[in-house]
C-alpha cells in the first residue's frame, strides 16, 4: 500500500417528500460507527465506478453516480498490519434508485437514512462533516443536481 491512500466514496442520496435530502449510510465492519461507502480505487475502473461498486457491495445501493467528486476529506487508515496510513477520499454523490434487500456485505454492515445534520453528527471526521452539513442549504443541493447531470 502506498504511503499516502487514495480511497474514493459514494455519498449514496435521495429527496423525500418533503424536497429535503437524505443520505444512506452504513455501519463500518471494524468499529461499527456510520460511514459512506468507501474503498480502495479499483484497476481498470473510473473512480466513481469503484465508488458505485462500493455503494452496491456495502449498501445494496442502485442508482446514478457522478464522475465528478463533491469532495474530498482525510482520515487515518488502521492496516490490517497495525500500520495507520493517511488516506484522501473523493466523495462522489449518488442518486439512490433502488436499494436492493440482499446485498453482499448485508451480514456484515446496517445501513440507515440520515438527515444531512444527523449523518454528520454520526461521523467522527470532520471534513466528512462539513461535506455533509453542506447539504443543508439549497444551493448545494442544486449543485449536486448539477453534478448529477453530467453522470456517466
Known sequence: MPEIGEQIAALPLRWVDD??????MVTSRDTGRWVM????????????RA????????AGAVGYIASEALGTYRYPKIMKDGRIV?????????????????WKER????????TPKAAAKRVVED??????????????????????????
Do not use: N
Open 19 to 24: 424536497g429535503r435530502v437524505r443520505v444512506l
Open 37 to 48: 461507502p468507501k474503498g480502495w480505487e479499483m484497476d481498470g475502473k473510473k473512480p466513481w
Open 51 to 58: 465508488a458505485e461498486i462500493e455503494a452496491l457491495e456495502e
Open 86 to 102: 493517511p488516506c484522501t477520499v473523493r466523495v462522489y454523490p449518488m442518486i439512490v434508485q433502488k436499494l436492493k434487500p440482499d
Open 107 to 114: 451480514k456484515q454492515r446496517d445501513r440507515r437514512w440520515f
Open 127 to 152: 471534513e466528512l462533516a462539513e461535506i455533509l452539513m453542506s447539504l443543508h442549504r439549497d444551493s448545494m443541493q442544486a449543485g449536486v443536481r448539477d453534478l448529477m447531470k453530467k453522470a456517466p
